[in-house]
């Protein structure tokens, strides 16, 4: 993510003002919704993620989504269940989840504000970068199970290899 050097240190108490900065230092693409809404498009490697950010003044608390560009088929979620219980043992912030209407993957993390009188820009781009890494971590495990007709804790393992030195 590029890094925050240079930009406002607004200390404002919608957090979507900081997320709007974030996002075109970024260049990436995002629409304003209203005051509470804001979605995005982040690319990755291996495919494109929609963010999706809602500001709750009421509660002070900023709901975030990451979709991943990839729609699941039900004759195949069941498996991708169990992968998305056994992915989540290993996240310490968010979770993984599927929209159950849509068929859609999502990473979902919540960050409650109550007291501060903003969020950093700092933690905000964190929420949105720890998103996007593991959503990218995960990603191969996901198609393993999906496309690949491996068993989930199988998928995962492989998905989580570490490779050292070069080819």
């Given at each position: 993510m590029t890094a925050m050097i240079g930009l406002e240190r607004d200390q404002s108490t919608n957090p979507l003002d900081i997320i709007e900065q974030i996002l075109g230092a970024n260049e990436w693409a995002f629409e304003r919704r209203s005051d509470g809404e804001?979605?995005?498009?982040?690319?990755?490697?291996?495919?494109?993620?929609?963010?999706?950010?809602?500001?709750?003044?009421?509660?002070s608390a900023m709901n975030f989504s990451c979709a991943f560009d990839m729609k699941v088929p039900a004759g195949r979620r069941e498996k991708l269940y169990e992968l998305l219980s056994l992915a989540?043992?290993?996240?310490?912030?968010?979770?993984?989840?599927?929209?159950?209407?849509?068929?859609?993957?999502?990473?979902?993390?919540?960050?409650?504000?109550?007291?501060?009188?903003?969020?950093?820009?700092?933690?905000?781009?964190?929420?949105?970068?720890?998103?996007?890494?593991?959503?990218?971590?995960?990603?191969?495990?996901?198609?393993?199970?999906?496309?690949?007709?491996?068993a989930p804790a199988e998928a995962l393992q492989a998905a989580m290899l570490e490779c050292e030195g070069e080819a």
């Open positions: 804001m979605a995005a498009e982040a690319p990755g490697k291996w495919c494109d993620y929609g963010l999706y950010f809602s500001w709750s003044h009421e509660i989540n043992e290993k996240l310490w912030i968010g979770h993984f989840g599927l929209d159950s209407d849509e068929g859609v993957l999502v990473f979902r993390h919540s960050v409650l504000l109550r007291g501060a009188p903003s969020a950093s820009a700092e933690s905000l781009e964190d929420m949105v970068d720890i998103a996007i890494t593991e959503c990218e971590r995960f990603f191969p495990a996901f198609q393993f199970v999906l496309w690949g007709g491996k």
